[in-house]
């Protein structure tokens, strides 16, 4: 059954939404995103092996906690795109977009009729024909979205084009990609990636295309928002997980100091001699 686009919602709404990258191809991290209370998730297909049953889970999975489960695609066959939505996916985001060509290309395999040309079917998001399919396909356009990722010099260069093309809902920073592609390879702080993630953002604004930017320390949230954006990502979970776990091991590793090691003594034996004096 098709649901309602809850990210969609927010960013008509001006909400603030916040989401992450899932990179663990398995529906349990689904669940853990979605308990952890973020608004929606993107699931990567580009740099991940995940096979189709596992995507419908984890879709499927989104879906139970109303989680706006998007799928980061490898590229953009349209085959693989309808195979996705037909799969219940609720958006498709699309890695370095540099032309406007291959987004209108894109939406229109997302779309069906008059928007589009997306193959009919009856599957899941269509109830399997329960109610009427007429109604569906246009519920379907108002609630799919595509999104695209700026992650090249060409496409920073072709970014007004890009936004002027009809259906785009979102574009999503790559920085990491872009700052490659600019040669300052996995420096996404670099003054020459900030200038051109926010060139892309401050056309994305102008075209009135919501802008989600990637928050990759404490203080980079107040500077988008003071921009206007108000749809984040916070990485990916493996990178979180990674982390979390890193720090977790460092501090159980680190040496006690005499202070600490005699207050832990004390805290032990005082149950003891407690006891004993009641004795």
């Given at each position: ?263 832990v003594e004390s805290d032990v034996r005082a149950p003891i001699e407690s006891e004993a004096s009641l004795s």
């Amino acid at each position: 059954m098709l649901r309602t686009n809850r990210l969609k919602r927010a960013l008509a709404e001006g909400r603030e939404a916040h989401g992450i990258m899932a990179s663990l191809p398995t529906a349990a991290s689904i669940e853990l995103i979605a308990e952890a209370g973020f608004d929606f998730v993107v699931i990567d297909t580009e740099h991940v092996l995940i096979n189709p049953e596992t995507v419908e889970h984890m879709i499927r999975t989104a879906e139970s906690y109303q989680l706006t489960p998007l799928i980061r695609v490898p590229d953009a066959d349209p085959k693989t795109l309808l195979r996705l939505l037909d799969g219940g996916a609720q958006g498709i985001v699309l890695p370095n977009v540099e032309d406007a060509e291959t987004l209108e290309r894109a939406v229109a395999a997302c779309k069906y009729a008059p928007e589009g040309e997306r193959s009919l079917n009856a599957g899941r998001p269509g109830a399997f024909g329960k109610a009427s399919l007429a109604e569906y396909v246009i519920e379907a356009n108002r609630e799919i979205m595509v999104v695209a990722m700026i992650e090249s010099r060409q496409g920073v260069a072709e970014i007004e084009a890009i936004c002027a093309v009809s259906g785009l809902d979102m574009v999503l920073e790559g920085a990491a990609d872009l700052s490659q592609s600019l040669g300052v390879t996995w420096q996404p702080g670099h003054p020459d990636v900030v200038q051109a993630l926010e060139a892309v953002q401050r056309t994305a604004s102008e075209h009135r295309i919501p802008y989600c930017a990637f928050l990759r320390h404490a203080e980079a949230k107040a500077g988008w928002q003071a921009r206007g954006v108000s749809t984040f990502m916070l990485g990916d979970e493996r990178g979180i997980a990674f982390r979390a776990l890193q720090r977790a091991l460092g501090e159980a590793r680190a040496p006690v100091n005499s202070e600490a090691r005699a207050s832990v003594e004390s805290d032990v034996r005082a149950p003891i001699e407690s006891e004993a004096s009641l004795s």
